[in-house]
């Protein structure tokens, strides 16, 4: 089995994946250190020196070598399941969970975790707060289309375990 975890920059894809693989006795990727260790750059110097498409390829290509593995949980980025076909494949090859958060909620979060994340970094407070308006409108397309949809502010492994079992 394979537990895909999408939603916004923000929404704790990570924190609740470790916990969740842990408690299933899975592994743990998250995308974008994927990404990282294999191309040994950190996601703001890919971004820089190659552009957004060069890192869109790097995620495609990653999920076609993560979709060999089985036994795991995934955090995926943020952009991942709006780009190529993403989105369906990561359906057909596993269990997609969108962790669902409100905009002011993510505008809270990322204002004090933007530095490590390309498309935000250079924000001010209100080009963030636009930014993340703009885009969650835009991407909850493809977030929607997932095998179930989790309200991501208070959730803990145990209302992801319940859903799955
Ligand atoms: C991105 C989200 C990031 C990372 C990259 C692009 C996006 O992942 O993949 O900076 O397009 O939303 P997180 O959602 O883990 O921050």
């Given at each position: 089995m394979r537990i895909f975890l999408i939603g916004f920059?923000?929404?704790g894809k990570t924190t609740l994946g470790k916990k969740l693989a842990k408690h299933l006795n899975f592994n743990f990727i998250d995308l974008d250190r994927f990404i990282e260790n294999k191309t040994v750059k950190n996601i703001n110097v890919i971004f820089d020196e190659k552009g957004e498409q060069y890192f869109r390829d790097l995620e495609k290509e990653s999920l076609n070598e993560i979709?060999?593995?089985?036994n795991l949980v995934i955090a995926t980025g943020g952009g991942t399941p709006c780009f190529s076909d993403n989105m369906q494949t990561m359906l057909e090859k596993g269990i997609c969970i969108y962790l669902k958060m409100k905009a002011e909620d993510l505008a809270e979060r990322l204002g004090k975790e933007k530095n490590n994340r390309p498309l935000i970094c250079h924000l001010t407070k209100n080009e963030l707060n636009d930014f993340i308006s703009e885009k969650l409108m835009e991407r909850e397309k493809f977030y929607k289309k997932a095998h179930y949809i989790l309200s991501a502010k208070n959730i803990s492994k145990s209302d992801v375990i319940k859903l799955i079992s």
């Open positions: 920059m923000g929404c979709y060999k593995m089985d």
